[in-house]
């Protein structure tokens, strides 16, 4: 082994050189995560309202007025 010391300055720089990486990818990734999670959660919406579309139609009752 080698007895080289480890100083708090080593520590902060590797420390800030890999925050700085990942910081830099997370804004890469930022704004498509953003647009595909605001286009998953319409589609969502979209195959909701028609789900309930349907089953409100299959539901509701057709009310016949006669004249007497």
Known sequence: MTDT???RQDLE???RS???DLTGKVEEKKQPAI???AAG???LLIVMYFLGRRSGRKRSAI???RRV
Request: net charge positive; proline share 0%.
């Open 5 to 7: 010391k480890i100083s």
């Open 41 to 43: 959660g319409l589609l």
């Open 13 to 15: 720089d590797r420390f």
């Open 35 to 37: 647009v595909a999670g």
């Open 63 to 65: 009310v016949s007025i």
């Open 18 to 20: 890999v925050q700085n």
